[in-house]
């Protein structure tokens, strides 16, 4: 008898153990699916993906409710505010519904950066939505601040975080536009060239003299190496780019057909 109750004793305890895996499961199975859903998103976006407000449709009701939640869920909140960005760019690309999707942009990043506010992106992020919707201000410099503080080397942020710095290094303070001028040394100095030449030759072209002092401490073999590299795709840093060439060529092969129209009397005129 003491063994058969032993063996009815276990039995129920495994079938408890059973009942509660099942309720467990029930329970956190919609939360993983929503959130591999949601992650999924957000790794497309973040490898600049193009991603439409249709295919991101279904994912409104999950948008929704992370939103709604009180709780925090950092990877979930994340992932909802980098959609939430995407969805932000899609409305200022058309044009439609832009103060919406603003507003629910600000206050996904506001959510998630409350939960795990060591994030660097997301204040790059925040830095961004602040300017758009209210102009550069001063006020706003210090979200830039927590960006570069937080992540200072981490290379997906700061290619992008440099092509919006220096889009606006002019306006920065000092100490933010040495540390875009330092960012785009330590790109060098890292062998990220592909990166660093893709900053040079696009917002950093007009700012080119700056950023090339500022290698001054970066090995010559790596400043060596993005000089000729950008001379090969027709980049001279001392003179022109390839746009300014041809913008040149174009307008003296224009004034040479003008002087072939005119009348030898007008040509010769001083």
């Known amino acids: 008898m003491p063994g058969r109750a032993a063996i009815w004793l276990a039995r129920g305890f495994l079938a408890a153990v059973a009942c509660s895996s099942v309720?467990?499961?029930?329970?956190?199975?919609?939360?993983?699916v929503a959130q591999t859903r949601l992650d999924g998103a957000r790794d497309l976006i973040l490898r600049n993906v193009p991603v439409s407000d249709a295919e991101l449709d279904d994912l409104g009701p999950l948008?929704?409710?992370?939103?709604?939640?009180?709780?925090?869920?950092?990877?979930?909140?994340?992932?909802?505010?980098?959609?939430?960005?995407?969805?932000?760019e899609?409305?200022?690309a058309s044009g439609d519904r832009v103060d919406d999707r603003m507003g629910e942009l600000d206050a996904a990043v506001r959510k998630s950066l409350g939960c795990a506010p060591a994030d660097p992106y997301l204040w790059l992020v925040l830095f961004?939505?602040?300017?758009?919707?209210q102009g550069l201000s001063d006020a706003n410099f210090d979200l830039?601040?927590?960006?570069?503080?937080?992540?200072?080397?981490?290379?997906?942020?700061?290619?992008?975080?440099?092509?919006?710095?220096?889009?606006?290094?002019?306006?920065?303070?000092?100490?933010?536009?040495?540390?875009?001028?330092?960012?785009?040394?330590?790109?060098?100095?890292?062998?990220l060239y592909t990166e660093a030449i893709d900053l040079l030759k696009g917002p950093g072209w007009l700012h080119r003299d700056r950023l090339l002092a500022g290698l001054a401490a970066v090995p010559q073999r790596n400043v060596d190496i993005l000089t000729r590299t950008m001379a090969d795709i027709?980049?001279?840093?001392?003179?022109?780019s390839p746009a300014e060439r041809r913008d040149l060529e174009r307008?003296?092969?224009?004034?040479?057909?003008?002087?072939?129209?005119?009348p030898p009397a007008a040509m010769a005129r001083p």
């Open 90 to 92: 899609n409305a200022l």
């Open 234 to 240: 027709g980049y001279d840093l001392d003179h022109l």
């Open 128 to 133: 961004w939505l602040r300017n758009t919707r």
């Open 144 to 191: 830039l601040r927590m960006s570069y503080r937080l992540g200072p080397n981490e290379g997906w942020i700061v290619v992008k975080r440099s092509a919006m710095a220096l889009a606006m290094l002019d306006a920065l303070p000092p100490d933010l536009s040495g540390a875009v001028v330092a960012e785009f040394a330590r790109l060098v100095k890292t062998e």
């Open 23 to 32: 309720a467990w499961g029930a329970t956190t199975l919609p939360a993983f």
């Open 251 to 262: 307008k003296s092969n224009d004034r040479l057909d003008e002087l072939a129209r005119m």
């Open 63 to 88: 948008l929704s409710r992370t939103a709604a939640r009180s709780d925090c869920m950092p990877a979930v909140d994340r992932s909802a505010a980098v959609i939430r960005l995407r969805l932000a």
